[in-house]
Nanobody, 116 residues
């Protein structure tokens, strides 16, 4: 089992920046990748960015250039730097760990609100 705890959400004005962090604990050696997803009101949860253990990354096409994912393997954390935020980025952001055998773990989420 892997436990994930997000932090760093909050209220920010459009054009501003925010950095989210997620700390992993438990059976961290079972983690193959860590990712951020988000779910806006009335919409499905969507992938924001993912980073595999080898360092390769996936980003939602619409967010490339504004959002950057990073990992600190020594601290077992994954972060999401969000720049030039827009009101449509308002959502609950979830940390995700992709585990061995196709399983995954989720954090409880952190709310990001971008005001216009």
């Amino acid at each position: 089992q892997v436990q994930l705890v997000e932090s760093g959400g909050g209220l920010v004005q459009a054009g501003g920046s925010l950095r989210l962090s997620c700390a992993a604990s438990g059976n961290i050696f079972s983690i193959n990748a860590m990712a951020w997803y988000r779910q806006a009101p009335g919409k499905q949860r969507e992938l924001v960015a993912r980073m595999f253990n080898g360092g390769s990354t996936n980003y939602a096409d619409s967010l490339k250039g504004r959002f950057t994912i990073s990992r600190d393997n020594a601290k077992n954390t994954v972060s999401l730097q969000m720049n030039n935020l827009k009101p449509e980025d308002t959502a609950v952001y979830y940390c995700n760990a992709l585990l061995r055998y196709g399983m995954d773990s989720w954090g409880k989420g952190t709310l990001v609100t971008v005001s216009s």
